[in-house]
């Protein structure tokens, strides 16, 4: 199980690997999309069977430090989470397997404290489609984020830990 899912997650990662495009508009709460995203490591990989979808986390370097030292109950200040969502199909060849199709979006968890302490300590931008259109139509889109992360508050709003790694 351990290798599918770290092959699912490489699988994801290397369907993003589009053009870098020369700018992209910051989200509407003034959030700018991270540079050097696609180069971050794997955290971990979920499947939204509802929507369809594959993703794959990064983190940054702080995020990845973190991960691996198991602390992540709070996640430290400076730690940002990518969440890159692709569509899924089956695999011509292996019909039960998964595999990444069209990229839909990509999403960031930004963690700092003080700056987003209305939010959980927090920040939250997305992406939409390769273009790279920020999600919403003002700032208040993150209490979108925001509500849905509420289930999560244990896990310091986040869904998806990092993979356990022998």
Known sequence: M???????????VATVAWAEQASVAPAPNGITIPQNYKDWRLIAVSQRPETGTLRAILGNDVAIDAARAGNT?????????????????NHPRFPTAMVP???VHAEFMIKDSAKF????????????GEKQEPYGKDA?????CVG???????NDWVFTGPMKLP
Do not use: S
């Open 117 to 128: 302490a209305a939010t959980g300590g927090w920040g939250f931008a997305r992406w939409l």
């Open 2 to 12: 351990k290798k599918i899912l770290m092959l699912l997650g490489a699988a994801v």
């Open 140 to 144: 208040n889109f993150v209490q979108e």
């Open 148 to 154: 849905c992360h509420t289930t999560v508050q244990q």
């Open 73 to 89: 109950k709070p996640w430290p200040d400076g730690a940002v989470l990518a969440k890159l969502v692709v569509k899924q199909k």
């Open 101 to 103: 199709d069209e990229f």
